[in-house]
């Protein structure tokens, strides 16, 4: 079973063609593509939501042709088409929805909308191992931050998830504090991985709530930039500031994970989102006994659209459900996915 899947969540641009071959099996990516819009952005310090989707609709249509031609096959042999929905932008949603419908209904091929956050946790199915439900997922990306209990495939309980930024958006807004450019969470990580420890000193973030918050700890690291700001000129110093940033960050998703774990017998764990890139989160995380960590392939772990692609081709290979009324949700809730 084929599926087109296509991503415009945010500010990539995706597709994907892939073979689903049953919830067993590795499904097989026949071409995937992304095109990212860093470099737009950048200038402003954040994604602009409207050049973002001026964007997606530039590229969706070059996107498209590109991504058949790559895999040798023509859309008369996909059987479904998958898109994004929800959550993201909205105007950035609308646009791959619109395209993806104007395909679906000039193809006459069935359509399946598909809650983002499922994609990202799904992610971990395109590698090799075996996803066994009951799991949990620790989805850290630039716009969410969620542990979910995966009862099955559609059936969702959110046990943490941020009440502010999220754990990409703190390692991003720190960075900028330390004069990185945007994105930036990757070179503080780079920067604070040269050195095996800090005399700055950071609040634990939120140990005890219920959620993650990391607006505190931005307004923290302002207050210590300021402090410190001739002593930061020196790169050592900045490498210490960077290393107690990320080592507050991956605490506090590290204790919340652990603390779930205790509560909700899961042996595996499917690591996903931008932020599962980071080495000392992984490090922590594959320290913790008895555990079976899934990290999909660094690709699969940003904005993507093989993960939309085999949420959708899954939904509707299994439980033959399509979607008749689509509608962009820029806050779907993963609980509401199925
Ligand atoms: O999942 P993703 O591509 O986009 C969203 O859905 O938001 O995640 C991008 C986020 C950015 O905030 C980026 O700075 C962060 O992932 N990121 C990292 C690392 N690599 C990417 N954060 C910390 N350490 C890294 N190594
Ligand atoms: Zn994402």
Not at 202 to 216: C, D, I, Q, Y
Not at 254 to 275: D, P, R, T, Y
Request: glycine share 8%; hydrophobic share 40%; net charge negative.
């Amino acid at each position: 079973m084929i599926t087109l899947g296509i991503e415009t969540s945010c500010d990539e641009t995706a597709f994907a063609l892939l073979r689903y071959n049953g919830s067993k099996q590795q499904p097989d990516i026949l071409a995937e593509l992304v095109s990212s819009q860093i470099a737009l952005h950048q200038e402003y310090g954040g994604v602009v939501p409207e050049l973002a989707a001026r964007e997606h609709l530039r590229n969706l249509p070059l996107l498209h042709e590109q991504i058949f031609s790559e895999a040798g096959i023509t859309l008369e042999e996909v059987d479904c088409i998958s898109v994004t929905s929800g959550p993201g932008l909205k105007g950035c949603l609308l646009m791959g929805m619109h395209f993806a419908q104007a395909l679906a209904r000039a193809a006459e091929k069935p359509l399946v909308c598909v809650n983002h956050i499922e994609g990202h946790i799904w992610a971990g199915a395109l590698k090799k191992e075996e996803l066994r439900t009951p799991f949990l997922a620790l989805v850290v990306s630039g716009g969410h931050t969620e542990i979910v209990h995966v009862h099955n495939f559609g059936t969702y309980e959110v046990l943490a998830k941020t009440i502010d930024d999220a754990a990409g958006e703190a390692f991003d807004k720190s960075a900028n504090l330390l004069g990185f450019p945007y994105p930036g969470g990757a070179e503080l990580s780079a920067l604070a991985d040269t050195v095996k420890e800090s005399p700055f000193t950071l609040p634990k973030v939120m140990r005890e709530a219920e959620g993650f918050s990391f607006s505190g700890l931005k307004t923290a690291i302002a207050l210590l930039v300021k402090k410190n700001l001739n002593e930061l000129s020196k790169e050592r110093k900045k490498a210490e500031l960077a290393y107690a940033i990320q080592d507050s960050i991956v605490d506090s998703l590290v204790f919340k994970l652990k603390k779930a774990l205790s509560l909700n017998a899961c042996k595996q764990v499917v690591l996903c989102g931008g932020v599962a890139a980071n080495s000392a989160l992984r490090k922590s995380l594959t320290d913790i006994e008895g555990l079976e960590l899934i990290v999909p392939e660094p690709k699969h772990c940003m904005d993507n659209a093989a993960m939309i692609a085999y949420v959708g081709g899954r939904r509707y290979a299994e439980q033959g459900q399509v979607t008749n009324n689509p509608q962009a949700r820029p806050r779907w809730s993963i609980e509401d996915a199925a």
